[in-house]
């Protein structure tokens, strides 16, 4: 993993470290795959406090670390706010398709399943 250079400074995997199974690790759970799902439709950084989700904030914080230590979110502090991206390139360009199949699957899903959009069910209680 790189080096942080301050407290606040995050540590990510380069392009180069991201291994496929901690990306389809990170994707498998229905959580997390909806904070994609938010990252990839808004298609802009977003903060964490953006997200509501079914689950406490310890394990909200822990579902970010999954995402960020495996690679598909890059996580940045903007004064006090942690500011969360999508790597899709850096994806894309070890994966290609992959994370587009994998977020044309879940919305098919969510549509059989009669979610709607941001706030939807996700089958997660």
């Given at each position: 993993?790189?080096?942080?250079?301050?407290?606040?400074a995050?540590?990510?995997?380069?392009?180069?470290?991201?291994r496929l199974?901690?990306?389809?690790?990170?994707l498998?759970?229905?959580?997390?795959?909806?904070?994609?799902r938010?990252?990839?439709?808004?298609?802009t950084?977003?903060?964490?406090?953006?997200?509501d989700?079914?689950?406490?904030?310890?394990?909200?914080?822990?579902?970010?670390?999954v995402?960020?230590?495996?690679?598909v979110?890059?996580?940045?502090?903007?004064?006090?706010a942690?500011?969360?991206?999508l790597?899709?390139?850096?994806?894309?360009?070890?994966?290609?398709?992959?994370?587009?199949a994998?977020?044309?699957?879940?919305?098919?899903?969510a549509?059989r399943?009669g979610?709607?959009?941001?706030?939807?069910g996700d089958?997660?209680?």
């Open positions: 993993m790189t080096t942080t250079t301050s407290p606040r995050l540590e990510h995997p380069t392009r180069d470290q991201i199974e901690a990306v389809l690790h990170a498998a759970d229905p959580v997390r795959l909806r904070i994609v938010d990252m990839a439709r808004e298609g950084e977003l903060s964490c406090s953006y997200f989700l079914p689950v406490t904030k310890s394990t909200t914080t822990h579902h970010f670390r995402l960020r230590e495996s690679g979110i890059q996580q940045m502090y903007r004064g006090t942690k500011l969360n991206a790597r899709g390139d850096d994806l894309d360009a070890l994966f290609p398709g992959l994370l587009g994998v977020l044309a699957a879940a919305d098919a899903q549509g399943e979610e709607g959009g941001r706030g939807g089958g997660v209680s």
